[in-house]
C-alpha cells in the first residue's frame, strides 16, 4: 500500500519560486512512474508533469514546460517538482499520483493513477 505526501506548497510573488517535495512512504516507488496534476480554482484537475521509474522519460504539460523541472530520488523514495518563473495561473492544489507502471504513458487524470496525496496549495500573488 503506498502513501503519498506533498509538501512545499505556499505564496510566493509572480516570478518566483518553489519547489513541492512528494514522499512515498509503504512500498518502494521505484518501478513506478509518478506525477503530478493541478486543480487550478474552478477548473477540473489537470496534468502537470510525469516522471518513468529511472527518470529517464519526463513529460511536461505544454503550459509549464521549460518553467517546471521534474525530478525523483528512488533511494529516498521522493519526488519532487521544481516550479520557477511562477505565475498567477500556476496558483492551484498540486497532487502527486503514483502511476501503474514504470512508464509515464497517458496524460489523462483517470488513466493509470493509483495512489494520489491529499496535495499542497501554491498561491501565486502581489
Known amino acids: 500500500q503506498f502513501h503519498l505526501e506533498e509538501t512545499g506548497g505556499d505564496w510566493v510573488q509572480p516570478g518566483g519560486s518553489l519547489s513541492l517535495s512528494c514522499e512515498i512512504s509503504?512500498?518502494?516507488?521505484?518501478?513506478?512512474?509518478v506525477s503530478w496534476f493541478r486543480r487550478r480554482p474552478g477548473r477540473r484537475l489537470a496534468f502537470v508533469s510525469c516522471i518513468s521509474d529511472s527518470s529517464l522519460t519526463k513529460q511536461y504539460a505544454e503550459r509549464v514546460k521549460d518553467r517546471f523541472t521534474i525530478s525523483r530520488d528512488n533511494a529516498k523514495n521522493m519526488v519532487y517538482l521544481q516550479m520557477n518563473n511562477l505565475q498567477p495561473e500556476d496558483t492551484a492544489v498540486y497532487y502527486c499520483?503514483?502511476?501503474?507502471?514504470?512508464?509515464?504513458?497517458?496524460?489523462?487524470?483517470?488513466?493509470?493513477?493509483?495512489?494520489w496525496g491529499q496535495g499542497t496549495q501554491v498561491t501565486v500573488s502581489l
Open positions: 509503504g512500498r518502494s516507488v521505484r518501478e513506478y512512474a
Open positions: 499520483a503514483r502511476k501503474r507502471y514504470s512508464m509515464c504513458g497517458p496524460t489523462d487524470v483517470d488513466v493509470d493513477n493509483d495512489d
